[in-house]
């Protein structure tokens, strides 16, 4: 490990790139009350096993997590040693299982592992060994309609994190086409809700690394909104990005091809974005495999 990779880090279980963080509070995090992401999916937050006690072995090191096969297996020999009830490891790479962990197994001790972040593309699962347990990241059930208002007094139905009452876009805006993500450089967007509605490019580039390029093309270019389409609505963690700066909207196929006729049909076409609301429970279907999760079935092996 080289020095460079080490600075800033912290010389204890605490991690500079706050995934290892991220994952102790999603498997232990105490109970807090008024929790709401600006005001959305509102109520009580906690981890899986918030009474559970943790033994932190820290083996990915820098802001990108470098680290060693041998040096998680020497956090392996010292997690048996020490007589821990379950190892959760949430890393690997695609063609690397740690078949180590028979040894964990065989002395009563439960494995999990994370199947990785290579979704939605199928057979992506990492760590699908036969003795430990793979655990896909799911989705919650809440969900966040957002009412669409088009010129003609159509309503239609996205899902967004827009709930900034401080960036006010309830009266009406000028609403433009991108066929394309290169076509929004050569599109004058400020002021505008884009609609981006690019079935071609959806085939080739995955939802989870257009969006992000999209969003920051939209923002930079000063629009007020963004209506992206894609196969895939279960994106809204990548709508963090527009950072209550514009209103971006994810919506279906479907849906896209209904404003892009309104479109078609119309000198001076219009649309406004109202605030998201939250939806909670048995209506919401959930759990689901998320978007960005890695999943089966697993590939064979010769």
């Not at 002395?107 to 990785?116: C, L, N, P, T």
């Not at 347990?133 to 809440?142: C, L, P």
Request: hydrophobic share 45%; net charge neutral; aromatic share 6%.
């Amino acid at each position: 490990m080289s020095d460079e990779e080490l600075k800033a880090e912290y010389m204890s279980p605490r991690d500079l790139s706050g995934h290892g963080t991220h994952v102790a509070s999603t498997i232990a995090g105490g109970q807090v009350s008024n929790v709401s992401y600006g005001g959305l999916a509102a109520g009580v937050a906690r981890g899986g096993a918030p009474r559970a006690r943790l033994a932190i072995y820290k083996v990915l090191w820098g802001p990108r997590g470098s680290g060693s096969h041998a040096g998680v297996l020497a956090a392996l020999d010292h997690a048996i040693d020490d007589g821990v009830d379950v190892l959760s490891l949430s890393l690997g790479q695609a063609g690397s299982e740690l078949f180590e962990t028979l040894h964990a197994v065989e002395r009563g001790i439960s494995v999990v592992f994370s199947a990785g972040n290579g979704g939605p593309v199928p057979q992506t699962a990492w760590n699908a060994v036969p003795w430990v347990t793979t655990v896909a990241a799911s989705t919650i059930d809440r969900t966040f309609p957002t009412l669409i208002s088009l010129g003609n007094k159509q309503m239609l139905m996205g899902q967004s994190l827009h709930n900034n009452a401080s960036m006010n876009i309830s009266d009406f805006k000028a609403l433009v086409y991108t066929r394309s993500m290169q076509s929004l450089a050569s599109s004058n967007i400020t002021g505008k809700i884009v609609l981006c509605y690019a079935p071609a490019e959806a085939a080739i580039t995955p939802p989870r690394l257009a969006l992000p390029i999209v969003i920051n093309r939209t923002m930079e270019a000063g629009a007020k909104g963004l209506i992206f389409a894609q196969y895939d609505a279960n994106i809204l963690d990548i709508l963090t990005m527009c950072k209550g700066n514009m209103a971006c909207v994810v919506v279906d196929f479907e849906i896209a091809h209904t404003i892009l006729t309104y479109l078609d049909k119309t000198k001076n076409p219009v649309m406004k974005v109202s605030r998201a609301m939250s939806v909670i429970g048995n209506q919401v279907l959930s759990p689901m495999v998320a978007s960005f999760s890695s999943r089966g079935p697993s590939v064979k092996r010769c």
